[in-house]
């Protein structure tokens, strides 16, 4: 018999940073607000301080700080007439644990998306006319727009000291930026990061080949940086340990650095670590949410957390688990599109070609996870669709992130595996050759998504969530598209050797690293037909009930997440502060 | 530094005891092997050419306590392996004196090879490659029993065990385990080696040396990783485009423990 809490104001379910912020808003209201996130505080442990933190194969190749698979993993199968099987160590894909979540071991690109991204489905159909989405394909317009999105985007970027070069101050391109950038009020809070050798290098070759690159926007801090709040980023080291590592230097932007020490001063805040939610508790009759029923995982024991409001901040996944744990909202009916609950399931398309360069020193190991040079020119709608068979695109970019050793080493094709040939190839290569990769959109198809698996449990002996999805043929035609115009770069580089491209083609692979972003699930829209919450983030079925994250994304950008994650979140806490003065529908 | 004179003096009393025993017992599976005998004397500073140090490279270190999970056969089938696969060359010391062998035995006893952040629950059922491995055994137990089928396999073949082969016929079953062509009843040993045995592999070269690979970070100075402390803020105007001085003297955390 669980025990029962004292009830709180507001409960958030996940303490990354979608969390963190939507806290931030309520507790400078002095809103009471209770966190309940599974993992620990990393600030001070082997992973947060050097030299250990250094430790490749404990945090990159092992993935020390994500979701601990023994526990809860998802299953997989490629379509419907499959059986899924659990995958047992989840390469693809890397959801976090722990107070800051996964934006503590994020690599920091950060990107608003496109202007048209909120209202995709109503540009397609401007551009292209209404036949011409696919019936497969069900993108939808978000039902909110860039424009009051703007304002959130721009406190995250100082609130994350956001380094960048404007590409579009409120309506005039400028010089140095991404010309395709939605218009913005104010330049980046910092200046952009040093650009690496392969910066250099690509950006040649793009302006010859009449490309605007720019440095991607970054939240690794160049300089030490003092946010509104008054909080504190250190300098970055470019040390090549961001995506999979916590910053030990403090130097990158994420919710353990900016957040929480200061939420964790406010009197109306509360950090339950170490606590995992089971599930929401739900009033069918009523349509409202009374709380969430928890395991203490220092003891074991179950708690119900009554709340007058709760809010699912958790990775796309257990967002997505929660609402089908707890039977709030339609599951998604694949055989006849019906429901909306496990709808949209999206990932990303990542593909590329490796240059080799006889005389030019790449020195991976001096770069920051964001430190790269790109082009939008074959991003999304930034070019004419027209004849090509497929919608989306992706930013093509100079990868390079890091020079880790074990798995950052890039060999000439035709390279044995092993033997004295294989090693004279590392030795000769590793400090001469990077990526030119394309970061490719995923658009929803109907046969993509999310439910709950039949067979499978976790430790607690709740169902997996499932994963039925494939890569089709929308997204193997963007992935052929955007890797031949990285290939036309590639070779412009002047490279001495220029491998061939690999186009993403599938079938999905849960062992390949992708990114960590997932998306859809929960999906938001103007419709409570087709969409899990509004365009403000509530619930259709339970007005107390609120979704935050990736889960609410229609669709994948060829953007990362992180941009609208933030403004989304900082935006909710806003219109919270709104729903506890006067509940009702947004 | 993980290298030092004693950890040399043990390394050497602890081949010469196997040998004395391999000799003295006169048992086939301890009997000195081919490649393992090579490996030994490669691998001694005293017997290894001039030409297959690196200058100024440290003297390879190995395992100072034994092994923890392999036992002698298996232990001899890794060496044997990591000496294929990692030849003594102008580049490195074989791999065995790389300490790459000890590496695999250190993972597969540890958290890594008993499962650790492995969903381990049923029911088990065999799938497409994409939905990743869906064997009831850990890391450890698949390791060994892929071992076992790959030495059945090379007796089926060659009628030896795998450490007894010439490095050229070792090297050869290496790439047809690699290439799915070795085939086993129960063990799927094109899985076993890609997905298990060759990720130990590398990173046995290029992990952590307090992991036990890396002797002398010697993969680290071949390919010109600096390691730690990577703080690169200066360096990255400074060598932008240029060869990077600390690529030579690399360091790892045991320099800063």
Sequence with gaps: ?586 | MSTNSTDEGLLTGRRLFLRQVATLAGSASLAPKVIGAAAVAAGSAIAAPASAQPAGAPIASAPAFGYESLGPDEASFVEAMVNVMCPADNLTPNGVDCGLAVFIDRQLAGGFGTGDRLYMRGPWKQGKPQLGYQLPLTPDQFFKAGVAAANAACRGRFDKDFDQLEPADADAFLRDLAGGKISDIRVPLGQWFNELVYPLFTQACFADPMYGGNNGKVFWKMIGYPGLPATHTRDMVNFRGKPYPGAKDPKAIQDFS
Excluded at chain 1, 102 to 128: C, I, K, M, S, V
Excluded at chain 1, 145 to 168: C, P, Q, V, W
Excluded at chain 1, 286 to 314: C, F, H, N
Excluded at chain 1, 457 to 464: E, K, R, S
């Design chain 1, 1 to 586: 018999m669980a025990t029962t809490m004292k009830k709180r104001t507001v409960v958030i379910c996940g303490g990354g940073l979608t969390a963190g912020l939507i806290a931030r808003q309520l507790t400078a209201k002095n809103v009471d607000v209770l966190v309940l996130e599974r993992g620990y505080d990393h600030t001070r442990a082997a992973e947060a301080k050097l030299p250990n933190q250094r430790d490749e194969l404990r945090w990159a190749t092992h993935a020390g700080l994500a979701q601990d698979w023994a526990v809860q993993t998802y299953t997989l199968r490629h379509g419907r007439n499959e059986t899924a099987l659990p995958v047992r160590r989840m390469e693809a894909f890397l959801p976090g644990e722990g107070m800051g979540g996964a934006a503590n071991h994020w690599n920091g690109q950060t990107w608003r998306w496109a202007e048209y991204d909120p209202t995709l489905r109503t540009r397609l159909e401007g551009r292209y006319g209404r036949k011409a989405i696919p019936a497969d394909m069900p993108i939808q317009d978000w039902g909110v727009t860039y424009g009051e999105m703007e304002s959130y985007h721009d406190l995250f970027e100082r609130l994350f000291g956001i380094a960048g070069k404007a590409g579009n101050l409120r309506g005039q391109i400028q010089a140095g930026g991404n010309p395709f950038e939605g218009p913005r009020q104010n330049e980046y809070p910092q200046p952009p990061l040093e650009t690496t050798e392969a910066g250099v290098i690509f950006t040649r070759a793009a302006e010859n080949l009449g490309y605007k690159p720019f440095p991607m926007a970054a939240a690794n801090s160049p300089n030490a940086y003092t946010n509104p709040d008054g909080m504190k980023l250190g300098q970055c080291q470019y040390c090549g340990h961001c995506e999979r590592f916590i910053c030990e230097a403090s130097a990158k932007g994420s919710p353990e650095v900016l957040l929480f020490p200061m939420l964790l001063k406010r009197p109306s805040f509360e950090l339950r670590l170490r606590c995992h939610v089971l599930e929401v508790e739900y009033d069918r009759q009523a349509k409202r949410v009374r709380g969430v029923r928890y395991v203490d995982l220092m003891t074991g024991e179950e708690y119900e957390q009554p709340a007058d409001i709760v809010v699912l901040a958790s990775f796309t996944m257990s967002n997505t688990k929660y609402l089908l744990m707890s039977g709030i909202g339609q599951p998604y009916d694949p055989t006849n599109g019906s429901g909306v609950v496990g709808k949209n399931f999206c990932h990303q398309m990542m593909s590329g070609v490796n240059v080799f360069f006889k005389d030019r020193w790449i020195n991976p190991f001096l770069a920051s996870g964001a430190s790269q040079t790109c082009v939008d020119e074959f991003n999304e709608d930034n070019f004419d669709h027209t004849g090509l068979g497929f919608f989306g695109g992706g930013y093509i970019y100079s990868n390079v992130t890091n020079g880790r050793p074990i798995a950052s080493r890039l060999v000439p094709p035709g390279t044995p595996a092993w033997g004295s040939s294989w090693k004279q190839a590392n030795a000769d290569w590793y400090a001469h050759s990077f990526a030119i990769t394309a970061h490719g959109s995923w658009y929803p198809h109907r046969e993509n998504y999310l439910d709950l698996d039949p067979t499978y449990t976790d430790a607690y002996g709740q169902p997996l969530v499932r994963m039925t999805m494939d890569i089709r043929d929308n997204e193997r035609r963007m992935s052929e598209y955007c890797t031949q115009r990285a290939e036309e770069i590639a070779k412009g580089t002047g490279a001495t050797i220029v491998a061939s491209g690999t186009p993403r083609r599938g079938p999905y692979d849960s062992r390949v690293y992708q990114t960590t972003h997932v998306t859809g699930g929960t999906i938001m829209g103007a419709d409570p037909g087709t969409s899990v919450v509004s365009p403000h983030s509530q619930h259709w079925d339970a007005q107390n009930l609120f979704v935050v994250g990736a889960s609410v994304y229609p669709f994948n950008a060829g953007y990362n997440p992180t941009g609208p994650l933030g403004a989304l979140a900082l935006r909710l806490g806003d219109d919270m502060v709104r729903y506890i003065d006067r509940p009702q529908i947004l």
